[in-house]
């Protein structure tokens, strides 16, 4: 009895799914609906032109100077590292 119930069940259940699954690709193949292209937009193109920018190149002292900047932080985490290493 309870097998006969069950086949039953199955039956109705995979009758449904075949159903949803061709409602779904007569919605789909609808002229009027968009499907994903409405859902996730029209691609944006973005023209990058080819003349180069003027980047003017930095001058020496600058560079000198921040070089320094750097090499004294650097010396400077490296000495707050070893001291908290031993600890």
């Known amino acids: ?9 199955f039956g ?8 949803l699954f061709v409602a779904l690709s007569v ?3 609808d002229a009027d609906f968009g499907g994903m292209k409405e859902i996730t937009g029209s ?3 973005f023209e990058i032109p080819d003349q180069k ?4 190149m930095p ?16 010396d400077h985490i490296g000495q707050r590292r070893d001291e908290s290493f031993l600890k």
């Open 59 to 74: 001058t020496k002292e600058n560079t000198q100077r921040y070089d320094n900047k750097l090499i004294e932080y650097k």
């Open 1 to 9: 009895m309870k097998t006969r119930t069950l086949e039953i069940l």
């Open 12 to 19: 109705i259940i995979a009758l449904l799914v075949i159903i």
């Open 43 to 45: 691609m944006e193109t």
């Open 53 to 56: 920018e003027y980047n003017p």
């Open 27 to 29: 919605v789909s193949s």
